[in-house]
């Protein structure tokens, strides 16, 4: 059976650090933290800009390629990944040679975690296009594994082309990088079936939703042809803790009313979905801090029990 992993997401955002901004500094040292406790891996959002309406600041974010670059060199056991990389941000076989490169700087502990991208307002603002998501996050995967696995594509699609394109050199773990997909669309759970070796559930923590995609994505595993049992299960689960003030909040921990959960209640929660066959949980503790992180070393111990 696979090792039941536990991760730790770190949002490279505005006012996520129990209301601060977190620093590089900051981002390195709960990561370090984090390594030391027990975490498997370490994650990062990939997002630009976030706009929500008229009555919510908008909310900026360190770019996500370039964190992980830095926390591939200074880490040294945890795996390493966007959570998850927008297609629509990066010229497809450029992202394949992005993740070639940080595996190499990691020893080999990169994942390629990929998806069709959501927030309109930050495409806009950065000149995105923002139309036909799915059939460009379909046309790009197919260049991305075909340079990952193979280290060549040739492919000219609608939206993105590639001539003779080759991947070299080629890092630790040439042909074998992990490849992950985070959706819950109905229509993408074919693209997981056919192109991944994860799936990640994003952050629903209704069992009844994720359950319903689990079942969508069996059933297109067994319409081509793949053993479900090969595709990897992982999930985001939101956590508070003590001192908990409210997740990206540009207000002090006085204006907010977080219940914080007991390492026992933790436990039970993640270790459900452990029960349910997945590989791999990433947390995002509320609040985002090296003393919470620290805090949290008991819960990953109980788990891999």
Known sequence: MTQFKVGLYQPPSEFTMAGETPRWENIREMTLVGED???????CADHLLFRTG???????????????????AVTTRMEIGPLVTCMGFRNPALLAKMAETIDEISGGRFILAVGAGWHEPE??????????????????????SELIRDGRSDFQGT???????????????????????????????????????????????RFSEIDEHDAELTRACEEIGRNPDTLERTACVLVETEGAVGRGSSHSSRNQSVAPMSNDQLVEVLGTYKDRGYSHVIVWIDPNTPWAIERFGPVIEQLKQ
Not at 37 to 43: C, L, M, N, R, T
Request: hydrophobic share 40%; aromatic share 16%; with cysteine.
């Open 159 to 205: 939206y993105y082309q590639v001539d003779d394109c080759v991947l070299r050199p080629r890092g630790p773990r040439a042909g074998k990088l992990p490849i992950m997909i985070g959706t819950f669309g109905k229509k993408m759970m074919r693209v997981v079936a056919e192109y991944a070796d994860i799936w990640n559930a994003d952050w629903s923590q």
């Open 123 to 144: 495409y806009r603002a950065f000149g995105y296009p923002f139309d036909h998501r799915y059939s460009r996050f379909v046309e790009g995967i197919r260049i991305i």
């Open 37 to 43: 406790v027990g975490f498997d891996s370490v994650w």
């Open 54 to 72: 008229s009555d919510v600041p908008e909310k900026g974010m360190w770019e996500c390629w370039s964190t992980l670059s830095a926390l591939a």
